[in-house]
Each structure stands twice: as C-alpha cells, then as structure tokens.
C-alpha cells in the first residue's frame, strides 16, 4: 500500500470537506471541515493521500506541548482521522509507520512525538501501541473523559 504524508493544501479541500465519521468516532477527534481556519501559529495539518486524501492529522509545535512532556524537541499529534468510507484498509496503521520519517524530514530538532488518546477509544490506544508508541502513564483531563498520554521517541 502506498501512501504519502503531506502538507495539506488547496487540491486536498474539497475531499477533507466532505470527510465523515460515525458519532462514535467523532467524538474523539475533529474533522477537517470542523478545524479552525486559519489554524493556530504553530500547528501544522498533515494530510493522507492514496490517490485522494484519505485522513487527517494535526502536528503541534507550539506552547500546547508543553503540557505533554518534559521534552523541548517534542511535538503533539491530534486530531486523528481516516474519513470512514476509507477505514479498514490499513491506512491509519500505515500513516502511523511513516510518521517518524516524515517528522525526521521536516522537523529534523524533534526527538519525541506525545499524543493524548481517551481510555475508552481502545481501538485507537491499541493501534497506537502496535506501532510503537508507549503508554507514559500520566493522564490528564479531556473534554469527554480522562486521556492517556503516549510517546513516540523519535
């Protein structure tokens, strides 16, 4: 399977816009359409492109990391989605293999990479730790439920 990591820009906005998710799942993330525009000062949208976009993912590196880790040469990854008509084909999983190198490429400071995931959204907690991220054992407040937070050495 063959997908590529990339900037979002303005040939991918019409397919993000049109991104979908069960409310089950909605209720963990934020969808293209729903995000700031323009985003904050430091975060970053990383698109997943097949042949069209297929999932979304903020990258922060801003003052919002601090409350993650300890780490100076961190980044925050958020807003995880694949748009669900995409969902089971291994592109999630595949998205989470290429991080490191495209983090390595564009944020060459970087050493670490922490995200927060709710303790109910197993599915996505056992997704994170398939491919190597560890759970640090901090939890903080979230605005559905407490999160874990987990890190990726980079």
Not at 23 to 42: F, H, I, R, S, V
Not at 68 to 74: K, L, V
Not at 110 to 123: G, T
Request: net charge negative; proline share 6%; charged share 20%.
């Amino acid at each position: 399977m063959k997908i590529t990591l990339e900037y979002r820009n303005d040939t991918h906005q019409s397919i993000l816009d049109t991104f979908a998710l069960p409310t089950d799942q909605e209720k963990y993330t934020t969808l293209p359409k729903d995000m700031d525009d323009p985003l904050p000062d430091g975060v970053h949208p990383i698109v997943i492109v097949t042949s069209k976009p297929v999932g979304m993912f903020l990258l922060h590196d801003n003052e919002r990391v601090i409350s993650y880790t300890t780490e100076s040469n961190a980044l925050l990854f958020s807003a995880f989605a694949i748009n669900y008509e995409d969902q089971g084909k291994g592109y999630a999983k595949a998205a989470l293999q290429a991080l490191p190198q495209f983090v390595k490429q564009h944020f060459p400071h970087i050493r670490e990479i922490v995200l927060s995931v709710n303790l109910k959204n197993e599915a996505a907690f056992c997704l994170y730790m398939s491919v190597g991220w560890s759970d640090t054992g901090r939890r903080i407040g979230g605005p559905i439920g407490e999160q874990r937070i987990l890190s990726l050495t980079i």
